[in-house]
C-alpha cells in the first residue's frame, strides 16, 4: 500500500463484502493458525483454537459452496494434533508441505546446497542460544526458526539480532531468506511460502472463486499479495495499518470467531 492509503477496512463494516460472500457460488477460505484462529501461546503445543471456533469452521465445511484450508508456518502434522481430523486443505511449514482434504499430500524438499546450509544454519543458532535457554529452536523441512516468545522483550529482541547477524552471512548463498515472524525469526528457502502454497491450492479451483484469505503476520502477507485484486481479499488480523497489503482487518482471534460466525449464517442456504 502507499503511504496515503488509509489502510484496511474494517471486514464488518464492508457491505460489499458480505454480498459477495451471499452471492459468489465458488468460496475458498483460507485462514492462518495461530493469532487467527488460536491465540499465541508460549508452550506452542497448546495453543489450541479459541472455544467454539471449531464447531464453526466444521459447519462452512459442510455447507456446498465453501472450501477451507488452513494455511501455516507450522508442519501439517502438528495442525492435526491442535485441529484434530478436520478434513480440509492444510498448507504447512510455509508451503513446504500440502495436505489435500482427501489425504493426499505433496511435500517439497530442499535441495543438497539448501539442506547443508540449513543444518549449517542450525549449528550456528544452536551455539547462540546455549546462553538464551528461554528460545527455543525448530527444524522444518525447508527453513529453521528461533522462538522467543515468552522471554522479556529487550532480550528476545538481542537474541534476533544476535542470531539474525549470523544467519545474514548465509543469505549471500543463493536460495536463502531470513523472516521475522510474531514470536521469533527463521531462516528459509526462498520461493517456497504461503504465497505459493495459496497459488498451489488455487490451481484447481472454479475461475469465479472469491478467495477469502485470514492471517495476522508478516508471513502472511505472501498470501495477500497472490489474492488481493485478482481472486478475493486479504483480512489482517490486529490493529489497522497501512504496512499490510490486505483491505481489510479484523480486530484479534475473538473477531476472527465472530467473523466465521457471520459467514455461517451468511452462506447458511448454501447447505
Known sequence: MTSDNPGPSHVFKDRNFWQNVRLVRHK???IDYDGTLAPFCIDRMTAFPLPGIMDTLLNIRDTKHTSIAIISGRPVNEILFLMGEINVDIVG???AEIRRHDGTIWTFHP???QKNMLKQ???QALSILSEFHEARIERKLNSIAVHTRGMKPDRAEFVEKQIFSVWVRNLQEDGMECRRFNGGIELRCKGIN??????NLLRDQSPDLFCVYIGDDDTDEDAFKVIEG????????GLPTSKTLASRCLQDVQEVSRFLIEWCNVTINDR
Open 194 to 199: 504461503k504465497g505459493t502454497g495459496i497459488s
Open 111 to 113: 535441495g543438497s546446497k
Open 230 to 237: 485478482r481472486c478475493g481479499t486479504g483480512i489482517k488480523v
Open 93 to 95: 511449514s510455509h508451503g
Open 28 to 30: 475458498l477460505l483460507a
Open 121 to 123: 544454519s542450525e549449528e
